[in-house]
C-alpha cells in the first residue's frame, strides 16, 4: 500500500461548483498534513496546513479524519484560477524527511 | 516567506555529462533542501544540504551521483553527475518555513537528458 494516496483526477468542474479532494495515508503515526498546489510547470507552494479541528481560508477547507486516516480538500465556488494539481502532505514529525508527499489530484475549472 | 532563485530553470544535457543546478536565498536559512520530481511521479528528497558539512543523502541517492555543496547559508548546489536518460526530471531546491515542517521551493530546473 501506497504511503500517501490521492486520485489522479482530473477533475473537471464548472465556475462556481464546490469539490473535494481526499487524500488517505497507510502511517498512523502520522502527525502534520499539508495542502499544496502546484501549477502546471511551477513549483509547489503551500496552500494550507491541516489541524485536527479543521480549518478554513476562505474558499478553502482542509479536515482531517485520523480515524480512517484520510484528510480532504474542500474548495467552494470554484475560479477559473484554482486549476492546479494539489499535492497531498504528510509527516511523522521526526523531521524533514519523513515528509512524504502525494503524486496530486489534478483539478480543472471551466467557464 | 524567503525568495529562492533557482537556475537553470532548464537544460538539455548529452548523456554522460554532468549538470550543476544553483540555489540562492534571499535570507540565510538552516536548512535546505534538494528534491526531484520525475513525470508523473510525487516529489522524492534526495538529500539535506548542510552548512559546513556533508549532505545527508535519502536511500536510494548517493553523493557520487548528485554531489551538494552547501558554502553558507543561502546557497547551495546540486550536481547531477554521468547523466543518463533516467535523470531526466524536476530538481527543486527548497528551504525550511520554520518550526512547522513547512517548505518554500525554488521555481524548480527542468532536465532532459537525451
Known amino acids: 500500500r501506497k504511503e500517501v494516496e490521492q486520485d489522479p483526477g482530473p477533475f473537471n468542474v464548472p465556475e462556481g461548483a464546490t469539490v473535494a479532494f481526499n487524500c488517505t495515508y497507510s502511517?498512523?503515526?502520522?502527525?502534520?498534513f499539508f495542502w499544496y498546489r502546484q501549477d502546471c510547470r511551477k513549483e509547489p507552494k503551500l496552500l494550507m496546513s491541516v489541524y485536527s479541528s479543521g480549518n478554513e481560508d476562505g474558499r478553502f477547507t482542509a479536515q482531517l479524519n485520523r480515524a480512517s486516516q484520510y484528510i480532504s480538500l474542500l474548495i467552494r465556488d470554484s475560479k477559473l484560477s484554482d486549476s492546479a494539481t494539489y499535492l497531498c502532505v504528510v509527516s511523522l514529525n521526526s523531521g524533514y524527511s519523513t515528509l512524504t508527499f502525494g503524486k496530486g489530484t489534478m483539478l480543472l475549472v471551466s467557464p | 516567506s524567503a525568495v529562492i532563485s533557482q537556475k537553470p530553470s532548464r537544460d538539455i544535457c548529452q548523456r554522460g555529462t554532468s549538470l550543476t543546478i544553483q540555489c540562492q536565498v534571499d535570507s540565510q536559512v538552516t536548512m535546505m533542501f534538494w528534491y526531484r520530481q520525475q513525470p508523473g511521479q510525487s516529489l522524492t528528497l534526495i538529500a539535506t544540504a548542510n552548512q559546513g558539512s556533508e549532505a545527508t543523502y535519502e536511500s536510494g541517492f548517493v553523493i557520487d551521483k548528485f554531489p551538494i555543496s552547501r558554502p553558507n547559508l543561502t546557497f547551495s548546489t546540486l550536481t547531477v553527475s554521468n547523466m543518463s536518460p533516467e535523470d531526466s526530471s524536476i530538481y527543486l531546491c527548497?528551504?525550511?518555513?520554520?518550526?512547522?515542517?513547512?517548505?518554500?521551493f525554488g521555481s524548480g530546473t527542468q532536465l532532459s537528458v537525451l
Open positions: 502511517n498512523s503515526a502520522s502527525q502534520s
Open positions: 527548497s528551504v525550511s518555513g520554520g518550526q512547522d515542517e513547512k517548505l518554500f
